[in-house]
Every structure is written in C-alpha cells, then in structure tokens.
C-alpha cells in the first residue's frame, strides 16, 4: 500500500465511527489549529454526500454540506469556520475535490 493508498484509509477509519448509515465519503484531508508544535491540534475533514465531518481527538461535528472551501492558495490554505484551520498544500487536491463535489451534487 503506498502512502496516497494509507491516507486515504486513515481518513475513512476517521470518519467510520460518525458516519449515518448509506453516507458516502467524497473526500477528505487533514487540517491544523494553533502556530507552534505544542499548540498544534490536528483534524480531519471529510466531505460525504450528507455533510462536512470535522473530526479531532475525542470530538466530531457536523456541518451542513453547503459550505465552500475555495481555491487554495500558498504553502497552507485557511478554512475559517469556529476557529481558522490551515491545510497543507499536499491536501489542495482534495480540497478541490471537494468543491467540485459540491458543484456537482447542486
């Protein structure tokens, strides 16, 4: 299994536990909170048919699928929902996936 191969399956356990039963999973990446690596606090993101999953240690929530990531740009992009979440240029394709998911289930 190659690394695209075990990231895709870290995020899928992720999100199994908090998924409706028939929800899909279109896409997901991971994000960060906080600047410095004591206060970093990691979380994944996962689009489904139904919903964006905010997923961290311990917690999950449930968002309306409606929201937009836009385009990403720079070394980290920053999503800004309850607090400002910032993911990794290796994660942009999903976030684009994502969007383009959403454009096409309207």
């Given at each position: 299994?190659?690394?695209?191969?075990?990231?895709?399956?870290?995020i899928a356990d992720r999100a199994a536990p908090?998924?409706?039963?028939?929800?899909?999973?279109?896409?997901?990446?991971?994000?960060?909170?906080?600047?410095?690596?004591?206060?970093?606090?990691?979380?994944?993101?996962?689009?489904?048919?139904?919903?964006?999953?905010?997923?961290?240690?311990?917690?999950?929530?449930?968002?309306?699928?409606?929201?937009r990531f836009g385009e990403p740009t720079g070394?980290?992009?920053?999503?800004?929902?309850?607090?400002?979440?910032?993911?990794?240029?290796?994660?942009?394709?999903?976030?684009?996936?994502?969007?383009?998911?959403?454009?096409?289930?309207?």
């Open positions: 299994m190659g690394y695209r191969e075990r990231r895709i399956a870290l908090h998924l409706e039963p028939g929800e899909r999973i279109q896409t997901g990446f991971i994000a960060q909170t906080g600047s410095w690596i004591f206060t970093a606090r990691v979380w994944t993101f996962v689009a489904t048919d139904r919903a964006i999953l905010i997923v961290g240690r311990g917690e999950a929530r449930r968002l309306p699928r409606d929201h070394m980290y992009h920053k999503i800004e929902l309850d607090r400002t979440y910032k993911v990794h240029r290796q994660y942009f394709p999903e976030i684009i996936a994502a969007d383009e998911a959403l454009r096409d289930m309207r």
